[in-house]
């Protein structure tokens, strides 16, 4: 948002009543360097507006705020960048130290009144892009039509060898076995249809780059397609994948991309993955 100043006052009168923050909401996007006079971040409250100066908010906010990457954020949504080898919520082993929990601390911070919910997940070795809604309608609607409303979720992947063929589509159905692992079945009542398209970028003699769509949204999928074309995902030993040179498993969510389910307007959210992607597959 930007604004042309009018007259002189205190920025914090000024965006009081130019905005519906709260005064808290305005000290805490203060702090985090969310705010600019003239294009410069300005931290002080108090700071005083000349007329014709600019003012902007920005959405962005400043990286690793309690523990989580803000990507994105309005009076609705939350997107942050999830690191690897952390779970999204919590489980029966992990109570704190999950995505869900940070987000959750960082929204508080800013006033102790909000609310956060979770819309989707990665598994907990993934990382990339993860939304969040500010409010249970929202989340309701988001979750209720999201099949229908999602347009685009697109990851990048670091996987041992090269597919063949280099680009195409996986159609399987998947089970999970009762030590969690997902595998392909030929059982269509009892498997889960899973769609996942593919695209080389790069290769080289041990690992490729290839781009990422899943057209479902089953647990592991794109994990086991990989591993189906011999080509597991770089780290991923739950997958057969024998090599693990950066300590995590290679799969990251770059894209998601979806229509508002109330007002129509499209969304798209993207996150680039590590350098260590294409250093890799180089």
Same mark, same amino acid.
């Given at each position: 948002?930007?604004?042309?100043?009018?007259?002189?006052?205190?920025?914090?009168?000024?965006?009081?009543?130019?905005?519906?923050?709260?005064?808290?909401?305005?000290?805490?996007?203060?702090?985090?360097?969310?705010?600019?006079?003239?294009?410069?971040?300005?931290?002080?409250?108090?700071?005083?507006?000349?007329?014709?100066?600019?003012?902007?908010?920005?959405?962005?906010?400043?990286?690793?705020?309690?523990?989580?990457?803000?990507? #994105?954020?309005?009076?609705?949504?939350?997107?942050?960048?999830?690191?690897?080898?952390?779970?999204?919520?919590?489980?029966?082993?992990?109570?704190?130290?999950?995505?869900?929990?940070?987000?959750?601390?960082?929204?508080?911070?800013?006033?102790? *009144?909000?609310?956060?919910?979770?819309?989707?997940?990665?598994?907990?070795?993934?990382?990339?892009?993860?939304?969040? /809604?500010?409010?249970?309608?929202?989340?309701?609607?988001?979750?209720?039509?999201?099949?229908?409303?999602?347009?685009?979720?697109?990851?990048?992947?670091?996987?041992?060898?090269?597919?063949?063929?280099?680009?195409?589509?996986?159609?399987?159905?998947?089970?999970?076995?009762?030590?969690?692992?997902?595998?392909?079945?030929?059982?269509?009542?009892?498997?889960?249809? /899973?769609?996942?398209? #593919?695209?080389?970028?790069?290769?080289?003699?041990? #690992?490729?780059?290839?781009?990422?769509?899943?057209?479902?949204?089953?647990? *592991?999928?794109?994990?086991?397609?990989?591993?189906?074309?011999?080509?597991?995902?770089?780290?991923?030993?739950?997958?057969?994948?024998?090599?693990?040179?950066?300590?995590?498993?290679?799969?990251? /969510?770059?894209?998601?991309?979806?229509?508002?389910?109330?007002?129509?307007?499209?969304?798209?959210?993207?996150?680039?993955?590590?350098?260590?992607?294409?250093?890799?597959?180089?």
């Amino acid at each position: 948002m930007k604004f042309k100043v009018e007259k002189q006052v205190e920025l914090m009168v000024y965006l009081l009543n130019k905005t519906d923050y709260s005064k808290n909401k305005i000290k805490s996007l203060l702090k985090y360097q969310n705010i600019l006079v003239n294009g410069k971040i300005t931290t002080k409250y108090n700071h005083i507006l000349n007329t014709n100066d600019i003012v902007e908010i920005t959405n962005k906010r400043m990286p690793n705020i309690k523990n989580i990457e803000v990507l #994105y954020e309005d009076n609705e949504f939350l997107v942050v960048n999830k690191k690897p080898n952390l779970l999204t919520v919590s489980t029966e082993k992990e109570k704190n130290r999950t995505l869900f929990s940070n987000v959750y601390d960082y929204i508080k911070e800013v006033n102790k *009144n909000n609310k956060i919910f979770i819309v989707h997940r990665l598994d907990k070795e993934t990382s990339g892009i993860v939304l969040f /809604a500010k409010n249970q309608k929202i989340k309701d609607l988001l979750q209720e039509k999201w099949n229908d409303i999602v347009t685009l979720r697109e990851y990048q992947a670091v996987i041992e060898g090269k597919p063949n063929p280099s680009s195409g589509e996986k159609k399987m159905y998947l089970k999970e076995n009762k030590e969690k692992v997902v595998y392909k079945t030929n059982d269509r009542q009892q498997g889960k249809l /899973a769609i996942t398209k #593919y695209k080389t970028i790069i290769t080289n003699e041990k #690992y490729s780059l290839v781009t990422i769509e899943i057209l479902t949204g089953r647990k *592991n999928q794109i994990r086991v397609a990989m591993q189906d074309l011999h080509t597991p995902i770089v780290g991923d030993k739950k997958y057969k994948a024998k090599t693990d040179p950066y300590k995590r498993l290679m799969l990251h /969510a770059t894209s998601l991309e979806f229509i508002h389910p109330v007002t129509k307007k499209k969304y798209k959210f993207t996150s680039t993955p590590p350098n260590s992607f294409t250093t890799l597959a180089r």
